[in-house]
């Protein structure tokens, strides 16, 4: 604290060198935020039993602040998509994600859930969860270890310590807009993507129009 006091250009009196720190907003409002992140209480694989044993005695999660795992994703910052993301999961995921205040994190568990793993190219597993939303943190593994889990919650921690007020996008004057949830039909269809397929269609119309009156016999 006198180091911190004594490097700083405001004029700290000697009698209360050593009882007074001088720091930065950032710094005390990252420091809050990084030593109470709450996880999402859910898990959709075989990563979720890692996820499981993480948050038992003998890995002690509670020394970051991240043992409290809320059932409720409006009481959430950070959700762990923890094992394989198929495309039926895929619209709960992002409706879960939009209903989470900010600031929020993503952390994609596992090999699926950061680029499909064994069953990538599968005719129902998505090719990572963020092809649908932002991924802050990745952990390598099938599955990850819960010593892996614990070094991911830790470079979250370095990331948040990075942020500035001024700079995230949770402060900032343009409105954000949730994220569109995914229709499953046939397949997974993106609401942003209904324009280019309306497009497309005209397009074949016009075509098939085209190819109609060409083929068909001129009258005299």
């Given amino acids: 604290m006198t180091e911190a006091a ?17 720091t930065s907003l950032d ?58 993301v198929t495309k039926k999961m895929v619209p709960q995921i992002v409706r879960l994600y939009n209903q989470m205040p900010e600031p929020k994190y993503v952390m994609a568990m596992g090999a699926c859930a950061s680029g499909g793993g064994p069953f990538k190219e599968g005719y129902n597993v998505v090719s990572g969860i963020d092809r649908f939303v932002p991924v802050d943190v990745y952990v390598p593994g099938c599955p990850p270890t819960p010593q892996a889990l614990l070094h991911g ?24 807009e949730a994220i569109p949830v995914p229709i499953l039909g046939p397949d997974l269809v993106d609401p942003r993507d209904s324009r280019l397929f309306a497009k497309g269609s005209q397009s074949a119309a016009v075509s098939q129009d085209t190819v109609a009156a060409a083929a068909s016999p001129s009258r005299a």
């Fill in 6 to 22: 004594s490097n700083s250009e405001l004029p700290v009196p000697d009698e209360l060198r050593g009882q007074v720190a001088i």
């Fill in 27 to 84: 710094k005390i409002y990252n420091w809050g935020r990084r030593n109470s992140v709450w996880p999402m209480m859910f898990g959709l694989a075989c990563c979720a039993i890692e996820m499981i044993c993480t948050a038992a005695s003998r890995y002690d999660i509670a020394r970051f602040g991240m043992e409290l795992l809320r059932p409720s994703p409006r009481q959430s910052d950070l959700m762990i998509v923890s094992g394989t």
């Fill in 153 to 176: 919650l830790i470079r979250l921690q370095e990331k948040i310590d990075g942020q500035s007020i001024q700079s995230v996008r949770w402060y900032d004057d343009k409105p954000s």
